[in-house]
């Protein structure tokens, strides 16, 4: 083949292999609300396949809601983390099924020590699949659970999710050993451990 040839080839070749290198990941969403969003984060963060978490608020009634609006329970909104993860390393399901192993589904409206309407826990679906998903897993837990009272979790289709303050992003990473101490002392998981046993 001549060099006349071969040199537009081998531009075309670069083109088709840059495109390829600049095609992003495919990603979804996950939207998980468990009590304290400082341990859903942590929680998720350990999962392989998951991207990032955010800790932020979902479900209310106000926009751009602060910290101080949510706690005080005045906005209808739950602390809740949006899992951005990598459908190909890990799968919808499986999220789902470490979370219900990361709360206390039969307490309405508390998570362990912190109690009121934001930390009510909820799955938020952002498709019909998803929702299929979680039916499909919480009939599945209610016949398999290993404690006696009832499921609680509400299962809802996502609406705005408002990312919370700096300082509640990563605080279990920004701040070890008043997390540790916030985690123990609210008996997390104990709770846990009573619920679901070792895990």
């Known amino acids: 083949m001549s060099a006349r040839w071969l040199t537009p080839l081998l531009a075309g070749l670069f ?10 990941a495919v990603t979804a969403k996950a939207t998980f609300a468990g009590g304290c969003f400082w341990c859903v984060e ?8 998951v991207m990032s978490t955010t800790s932020g608020y979902i479900g209310g009634t106000v926009a751009n ?11 209808g909104h739950a602390e809740a983390v949006e899992i951005v993860f990598d459908p190909a390393k890990v799968s919808y399901a499986s999220l789902v099924e470490k979370f219900w192993r990361t ?9 362990f020590c912190d109690a009121g309407n934001p930390y009510r826990t909820a799955i938020f679906t952002h498709d019909a699949a998803q929702m299929e998903v979680v039916k499909r897993s919480l009939a ?9 009272e009832p499921i609680v979790t509400e299962v809802v289709a996502a609406t705005k999710f408002y990312p919370a303050e700096d300082y509640h992003q990563d605080y279990y ?3 070890p050993i008043r997390y540790k101490y ?4 609210c008996g997390r998981d104990a709770r846990l451990e009573q619920l679901w046993g070792k895990q």
Request: proline share 9%.
């Open 65 to 75: 809601p602060t910290y101080q609006q949510v706690s005080g329970k005045g906005t």
């Open 42 to 49: 942590s929680d998720f963060d350990k999962v392989p396949g």
């Open 173 to 175: 990473v920004k701040n």
């Open 140 to 148: 599945a837990l209610e016949k398999s659970k290993p404690f006696k």
């Open 103 to 111: 709360i206390d589904p039969t307490t309405k409206d508390r998570q």
């Open 15 to 24: 083109v088709v292999a840059g495109a390829h290198a600049q095609t992003p």
């Open 182 to 185: 916030y985690r123990t002392s």
